[in-house]
């Protein structure tokens, strides 16, 4: 069922070497977003993440404890983006075109909880 409503996003950066400091909210309008969620355990090297249908918007956290280097992929062959290797990436939304259907992640090694991807 589609939905409608809106995202709020806030952060702040405390006792960093340059000080502390809020960020500005930002706050993103979702017009018949599908809120789906996937609960994904990552194994060693290629992990293909399908994007559902409709969605416009994506988020994901990964384990805690997890200490595998990860790397965002669109496919296998590119350099991607270096991720932390646990915790939230996010909160921030990651738009995600149109006809995107699928995005990689690569992993050093296997996770043992699930990664929790968000999509709008």
């Known amino acids: 069922m589609a939905t ?7 952060s702040s950066f405390v006792s960093t070497p340059g000080g502390s400091s809020q960020e500005p909210s930002y706050t993103v309008l979702v017009q018949n977003g599908i809120n789906a969620q996937q ?7 290629f992990n293909q993440i399908t ?6 918007e994506m988020a994901f956290i990964f384990p805690s404890t997890s200490v595998t280097t990860k790397t ?5 062959g590119d350099t ?10 996010g909160p921030f939304n990651i ?18 909880l699930p990664t929790i991807f968000y999509f709008n």
């Open 4 to 10: 409608q409503g809106t995202i709020t996003i806030t």
């Open 51 to 56: 994007i559902p249908a409709g969605a416009s």
């Open 39 to 45: 609960a994904i355990v990552l194994a060693n090297g």
């Open 72 to 76: 965002l992929k669109g496919v296998t």
């Open 80 to 89: 991607g983006i270096a991720l932390a290797p646990n915790g939230p990436n």
């Open 95 to 112: 738009p995600v075109g149109s006809g995107a259907t699928t995005f990689g992640i690569t992993t050093s090694g296997a996770d043992t």
